[in-house]
């Protein structure tokens, strides 16, 4: 492991969804970094605060870890609610939603208020990394870290050199990942990258199947999980990446790889338009009832 992962003390994550959540948890229980989230969204930053503090509980529960622990963690988070209120940072991770103009243009902001030095990553699943590190000053410290949902239980991290990179930036953050447990894959700087250029169509295509009453949703994801042995079938795989981030995974294929194979289902776009994003809204592919 190299001596400049030892340099990184606090990570900033923007983003307090459920991946810049699950980051940040790792960040700061496995790598024992500081962490700051930053949300502009208040009742984001709650509910994201909140899903956190639940899972340390259910891992003190589970023995995973003992109270003491918990409150250790826990003491290394803090929160602001705008870009302008980061308290220094060694290394940030953006886990926004996948609209590179809003990534270009947090991108942008960073590197107007962090110290030359800082490495900003994105957690982009498709987006050109070359294309968000020109929006920043300092493009040889911009880098993709794509992590995996959820974050505390996924090893893989795959990892996105782009065009502008520094062999440094790709050395720390190759090791600050093993440092968070994870095991990496590296990419080309491509539309996709490695997971989502296979797992997408896949995905695309499954909801093809069913658009094209091929079988019922319940029998297309039988087959996949007991004829191909996957642990869980594709339409419920999509409701739980989100419906939305499909899509958005998918025009991005489609419009930079500019192959009509990548097309976006049109059931896919009408479940996204009708609010139906899969388990996060509570209806999807399939119906997910409120627990009370």
């Given at each position: 492991?190299?001596?400049?992962?030892?340099?990184?003390?606090?990570?900033?994550?923007?983003?307090?969804?459920?991946?810049?959540?699950?980051?940040?948890?790792v960040a700061a229980r496995v790598a024992?970094?500081?962490?700051?989230?930053?949300?502009?969204n208040p009742d984001q930053?709650?509910?994201?605060?909140?899903?956190?503090?639940?899972?340390?509980?259910?891992?003190?529960?589970?023995?995973?870890?003992?109270?003491?622990?918990?409150?250790?963690?826990?003491?290394r988070?803090?929160?602001?609610?705008?870009?302008?209120?980061i308290t220094n940072s060694d290394f940030v991770v953006e886990a926004v939603s996948e609209n590179v103009e809003l990534k270009r243009k947090i991108f942008a902001e960073l590197s107007k208020i962090l110290p030359e030095e800082t490495i900003l990553a994105t957690n982009t699943s498709s987006i050109s990394i070359t294309k968000i590190a020109s929006a920043a000053r300092r493009p040889e410290n911009v880098i993709g870290m794509h992590f995996m949902n959820p974050v505390p239980v996924m090893k893989l991290v795959?990892?996105?050199p782009g065009l502008q990179t520094s062999k440094a930036t790709l050395d720390t953050t190759l090791d600050l990942a093993r440092k968070m447990?994870?095991?990496?894959?590296?990419?080309?700087?491509?539309?996709g990258f490695i997971a989502n250029r296979l797992l997408m169509p896949y995905i695309n295509e499954a909801i093809i199947a069913l658009q094209e009453g091929i079988a019922t949703k319940e029998d297309i994801d039988t087959t996949m999980k007991l004829g191909t042995n996957n642990p869980m079938g594709p339409l419920t795989l999509a409701d739980f990446i989100g419906l939305d981030t499909c899509l958005a995974i998918m025009k991005v294929l489609h419009n930079d790889l500019g192959d009509s194979k990548y097309r976006p289902a049109v059931l896919l776009q009408k479940y996204v338009?009708?609010?139906?994003?899969?388990?996060?809204?509570?209806?999807?592919i399939y119906e997910y009832p409120a627990k009370n």
């Open positions: 492991m190299s001596s400049s992962v030892n340099n990184i003390k606090k990570m900033c994550v923007v983003g307090a969804g459920q991946m810049g959540i699950g980051i940040g948890l024992k970094l500081d962490v700051q989230f930053v949300d502009s930053l709650e509910k994201g605060l909140s899903f956190l503090d639940k899972l340390l509980v259910k891992d003190v529960a589970k023995g995973r870890c003992t109270e003491d622990e918990r409150a250790e963690v826990r003491s988070i803090t929160s602001v609610s705008a870009i302008s209120q795959e990892i996105i447990g994870k095991t990496t894959a590296m990419s080309q700087d491509v539309p338009d009708a609010g139906w994003l899969g388990v996060k809204s509570g209806k999807g």
